[in-house]
DNA sequence: ATCCTCCGTGTAATCGATTCCAGGGGCTCG
DNA sequence: CGAGCCCCTGGAATCGATTACACGGAGGAT
């Protein structure tokens, strides 16, 4: 492959030269310009990233750690960061953790090593000693979805708790009295947050949330799975269950037809984090939808106003939720989209 | 952060030693070794892949281009590459082209500019001059689930015509007649191959496929829903919708339901590629299943045979069918997985 | 005409690793 | 006792870029 050495031979110009007319410094005559750009075209001519990045100490390369790869929320999630990357000239590298914080350090470690210009995580847990310390030792940083106490990171993330209220209302509204969740690890912001909110909006009805109705998932298809058939096996199962995310609540779904009940005659469903497949499931379930794109984006603003300089700021977006006939037909309180 | 000169001016070596420990060289004596392995975890010193890749012109990097990251088959196929490539000591640099081939030559040409060791490519179009040239220079390249006729790289797909010839005969079996199918584009393999397979099944009981039976789309959901408005308009619409992918089929169930229509009362419904959700949407879809992650798999060995300099294999592996309701009950010949 | 300024250019240092080569020192063997 | 070898080590070149610095020449000011 050819490099600046070659296009400066075949140019007849320093190499010094032909870097200047590739990154555009004024200071070169129109006539050294055409024959470094003649010779940048005949030799199909490519700057070396790695050499360039080794020089200038920039990448120009976001890291994104995401819990998991198959979790569509997280897909769309990815996308958008990396459209907005583009768009401010960065590209983006993904490790997907799958929800196993070993992993998660792993492409930490692998992403540092790299010399990425700055780190977009959605901590698998509480913070590895390794993310910590990097944080620590002022690697640009910014948490999208969950995030870390404690740690000084900038947190790009989507605010459930009004969502979850009106989803408890809508329930409670419906009849329902026995709610149950599904959570995810309590050592993910999100895991035990929503539980939280879910909780404090069962009290506002007066309900209680016994810890019989408080299944612990770990965000993957097969702890919904697992949790739902606790459930069921109960004395008094709930009316309702609620999966913190979108995959546990295709677990869930699973269980219930495992069972040979029906959703939502038997039992009701719901869950966090809307995707377009929801629309077609049988029967269509009611979610609470992030903003995803435009979490996606801040995330990624909030990294670069970091990395260049700038103060890079905290955004948290309201979630909404949508109703669909999984927890009942009546739907009296109708904020769905088709 | 701390270079290899720190590590080696702490532990009162130098860097060439400091060099040879971490490349485990044979020739370091104990004390040497030691008191390196100290200094560096007292520095808490990690390589810079960066130098490390100038130097010796490999990023032991493997980039991945996939036609669309919220495809859930690509989604799957990503973290299987990912995996398999981790097997391997390789990590891998994701670019989604969103089955544009602009934004494919954008990911090709960072790529490429990145100096990774090769590239697995999911092809959006029959081949821009940029990756036809990338391919002729020898960039160690794997095609995987798409490819481009006539250039020289090996492929890793699944064959689908086995599978499309029992969905047809399936079909037939249940007495449906006009049979219709949204294809991709035709400058994909995957575009053209599926109906052509799908043609011959047809013909194989003497149906014709009239061109207003194929809707012409771009694997994208609305695409399907456009195409599947079309069929809906005609004055004798199909009695089966066949998408030649998930995203399309999820389309073309917007647009039936839409219509006030039932699958598979009113129309039925078939896809290729097989996805969790289909288990759980109203119907249930029948699909043609790839084996996802072992063609993955089986793309990652081949690639990196070839960067290691061993021969690489092209393979195929059957895809297979799975039957479930949309496409009407009586279901004599049941495959179906639960 | 002389001096200063500015423009265009090249030389060379540099980034952080890897690796070739040479050399010092200890050991074996004749 | 000396030659030769092996082991360990350090010096220095190198990868492909960027960029500080120096320098020559043209043009303007006095």
Redesign the interface.
């Known amino acids: ?1 050819a490099s600046i050495k070659d296009v400066a031979a075949r140019a007849g110009v320093s190499v010094a030269t032909v870097s200047r007319v590739l990154n555009s410094h004024p200071s070169v005559s129109p006539e050294a310009r055409a024959r470094v750009l003649a010779a940048v075209d005949a030799l ?1 001519y ?6 360039r ?2 020089r200038t100490d920039q ?1 120009r390369t976001l890291g994104l750690v995401i819990s998991d ?2 979790n ?1 929320y997280f ?2 999630l ?2 958008s960061v ?1 459209e907005e990357a ?1 768009a401010l000239g960065y ?1 983006v ?2 490790g ?1 953790a ?1 929800e196993r914080p070993e992993l998660q350090d ?1 492409h930490v ?2 992403l ?4 990425i210009d700055g780190l977009l995580v959605s901590p698998t847990d509480g913070g590895s000693p390794l993310m910590l ?1 990097a944080a620590r ?1 002022g690697t640009p940083m910014v948490f999208v979805d969950r995030w870390i106490p404690g740690v000084d990171v900038p947190v790009v993330r989507a605010d459930g708790r009004a969502a979850i209220r009106d989803l408890v209302a809508h329930l409670y509204g419906l009849g329902h009295r026995r709610l149950a969740i599904i959570a995810g690890p309590a050592a993910t912001t999100t895991g035990s947050e929503r539980v939280e909110a879910f909780r404090d909006a069962l009290r506002e009805h007066r309900l209680a949330l016994p810890e019989a109705y408080i299944g612990h998932g770990d965000f993957q ?1 097969d702890s919904g799975r697992r949790s739902t058939e606790a459930f069921l096996a109960l004395p008094e199962p709930p009316e309702v269950v609620f999966a913190a995310d979108n995959l546990m609540a ?1 677990g869930a ?2 269980a219930i ?1 495992a069972h040979g009940l029906r959703v939502p005659h038997d039992i009701a469903l719901a869950a966090f984090d809307d995707i ?2 929801f ?6 379930i009611t979610a609470i939808a992030q903003p995803t794109g435009e979490l996606g984006r801040a995330a990624v603003r909030a990294l670069v106003d970091r990395i260049e300089g700038r103060p890079p700021q905290s955004v948290t977006l309201p979630a909404r939720l949508v109703v669909r006939s999984s927890c009942g037909e009546h739907a009296p309180t109708r904020r769905s989209n088709p």
Chains 1, 2 share one sequence.
């Open positions: 492959m199909g490519r700057p070396n990233a790695v050499a990045s080794l990448t790869v198959l569509p897909t769309e990815a996308r990396e583009r590209s590298i993904i997907n799958d792993h470690r692998t540092l090593d790299r010399r310390d030792a298809a295709l779904l699973d037809r377009p497949w629309v077609h499931t049988d029967p269509p």
